[in-house]
């Protein structure tokens, strides 16, 4: 239903959470209040860690039961009044979606999806505020500091968020045990994140550098993902690879057949972290001469 142009379905099926049967997918939401681990064995180790939260049950329980309270306790002074057929409706919408969702994405996806009816959330709350009969002065006041806050909390992430710093804000020294200062020789560079899970150094890095990331952890890539995405590289003249120290050569086969980067090994900088050690090589992309690619590497 929703796929994508830059990816096969296949890549975005994620089953390492889900229930083996119908009656895990009703249960989840309350077995999360629990300590919830994977239900496969091939895992990264590290990767992915057991947790629990109450917030799915208290969803499932409180949405449906305010809409129920709201049902019975409705008379000739409620302008709310919602028919039978509305009730199951609503129920059985909530149910079946919940299950359809976990089933083309994992329960983490669920969640961030919910994000994407922000913007249809926000036009209905302006309509209901702005139709408020009584205290019309009230309901109007409301209305614009409703449409203010949202204005600035966009212009705000839009400023913040950019696509060159991703709003970098860095962890102090003892955290990582390294400082922004170390990294003052790699200004307007673009920064080739490898396989190694490197983002907690990205905020140390000048904020004129730019970041993207191989999608080497990602399999099934389409042929239309690999030319948008890879743009940056193609126009770079300073580009730095990083990876684990431990595994920087482990895939410089593939990085020069499937994406053109020639990376220089004998050249790179070990810095010792507290999280790994780090590695990083200056590299360099071929502009011309790549393959069709219809599918990428699944490195593991």
């Known amino acids: 239903i929703f796929h994508s142009p830059f990816m096969a379905p296949r890549a975005i099926h994620d ?11 009703l249960a989840l939401p309350f077995r999360l209040a629990f300590v919830h681990h994977h239900t496969t064995g091939n895992h990264l180790v590290g990767m992915e860690i057991p947790f629990r939260t109450l917030f799915p049950a208290l969803v499932l329980i409180l949405v449906p039961a305010v809409y129920f309270w709201a049902y019975a306790k409705r008379s000739s002074t409620c302008r709310f009044k919602p028919s039978v057929i ?3 409706f609503l129920a059985t919408f909530v149910l079946l979606s919940f299950i359809v969702w976990e089933k083309m994405f994992s329960y983490y996806r669920y969640f961030s999806a919910i994000e ?8 209905v709350s302006l309509a209901r505020l ?15 500091l409703f449409v203010a806050l949202i204005a600035s909390g ?12 991703w709003g970098r804000e860095q962890f102090g020294r003892t ?3 390294i400082n922004k200062g170390e990294f003052g020789k790699y200004e307007n560079s673009l ?7 490197l983002g907690f150094m990205v905020p140390y890095f000048p904020n004129t550098d730019q970041v993207i990331g191989l999608p080497e952890r990602i399999p099934y890539l389409t042929a239309r993902f690999q030319k948008n995405y890879l743009k940056k590289l193609s126009k770079a003249k300073d580009i730095y690879y990083l990876s684990s120290s431990p595994n920087i050569e482990r895939h410089k ?20 972290t507290a999280a790994l050690a780090v590695a990083i090589c200056p590299a360099s992309r071929r502009s011309s001469g790549l393959p069709p690619l219809a599918e990428g590497p699944d490195l593991k």
């Open 253 to 272: 086969l593939l990085l020069a057949e499937m994406y053109g980067i020639h990376v220089d090994f004998q050249r790179c900088e070990k810095y010792h």
């Open 15 to 25: 089953g390492r959470w889900f229930p083996v049967d119908f009656a895990g997918y």
């Open 116 to 123: 994407t009816i922000a913007p249809a959330f926000s036009l």
């Open 130 to 144: 702005l139709s408020w009969r009584r205290m019309r002065s009230a309901s109007i006041a409301g209305a614009a």
């Open 175 to 177: 955290y990582f045990g």
């Open 86 to 88: 509305e009730m199951y």
């Open 154 to 165: 966009s212009l705000y992430g839009t400023h913040a968020l950019a696509d060159t710093n």
């Open 191 to 197: 920064l080739v994140l490898g396989t190694a899970p």
